[in-house]
């Protein structure tokens, strides 16, 4: 697990840093699961809401939105693929998601090739990147307040 400025940040998934996305990838057999990393939940306040549209996906494409006490946004796919499930549990309660951003999933997809095992500048699982990224963020929303 690392920690930066007290959020964590589990080192057993990939991070999509796409456009500022913020999405945690975790492999789980032949499905990628997919949620919002701590920085998201952390800097965007309570989710009020959350959708996703089940379909096939392409990366960077937009496959759903959420809501959340500070603002609305779209929901970004790192993969390219079909949804297969969404989590229904933080779908009507996206609060879950800001209670246990790790564990609270959103969607799973399965990718039409090895996501997870290809070069991409926008997925993350190097600890002294995802550290250097997020510090950027944070100064990000610092230099914005």
Excluded at 11 to 38: C, N, P, S
Excluded at 45 to 55: A, D, I, P, Q
């Amino acid at each position: 697990m690392l920690e930066i400025n007290g959020m964590n940040f589990p080192l057993d998934r990939v991070y999509y840093t796409r456009d500022g996305a913020h999405i945690w990838l975790k492999q789980e057999d032949d499905l990628i699961k997919i949620g919002m990393d701590a920085f998201l939940v952390e800097y965007a306040g309570y989710l009020t809401f959350l959708t996703v549209n089940e379909s096939r996906v392409k990366v960077g494409e937009s496959i759903g939105s959420f809501e959340s006490a500070k603002f609305v946004s779209r929901l970004y796919s790192p993969a390219d693929g079909e949804i297969v499930a969404v989590n229904d549990e933080v779908i009507k309660n996206p609060r879950k998601i800001n209670e246990a951003p790790y564990e609270s999933w959103i969607f799973a997809v399965k990718a039409d090739s090895a996501v997870l095992d290809g070069e991409s500048e926008y997925l993350l699982d190097d600890e002294e990147k995802i550290v250097k990224w997020i510090s950027e963020e944070i100064k990000k929303v610092e230099e914005d307040e």
